[in-house]
């Protein structure tokens, strides 16, 4: 199910926005990374860390970043699927 918004974007918002392909996908990316941190934090707060510096979010978005371009490398994904069916194929050791 879905719900339609209409929403108020600064210009410079509104411009990046506007050149994807897919407005509404962009968005609703952006409002699930920001439920992640909003989870993370609470989850933080629960142990006693209460503030996370930016760069530690930074970091995190670049390294889920490149985990999603190696998945997407069609050599790489070949090698994986190779690799899985080659493991899948023997037998357990009892």
Request: charged share 35%; net charge neutral.
């Amino acid at each position: 199910m879905t719900t339609k918004f209409t929403i108020s974007l600064p210009d410079e918002l509104a411009e990046y926005v506007r050149a994807t392909d897919n407005a509404s996908g962009y968005i609703a990316e952006a409002v699930r990374r920001q439920m992640a941190i909003d989870a993370t934090r609470r989850a933080n707060a629960l142990v006693g860390v209460h503030e996370i510096p930016p760069e530690v979010y930074e970091q995190m978005d670049a390294e889920v970043a490149e985990l999603r371009k190696r998945w997407a490398d069609p050599e790489r994904r070949a090698y994986l699927d190779a690799k899985l069916a080659e493991f899948g194929g023997r037998r357990r050791p009892r």
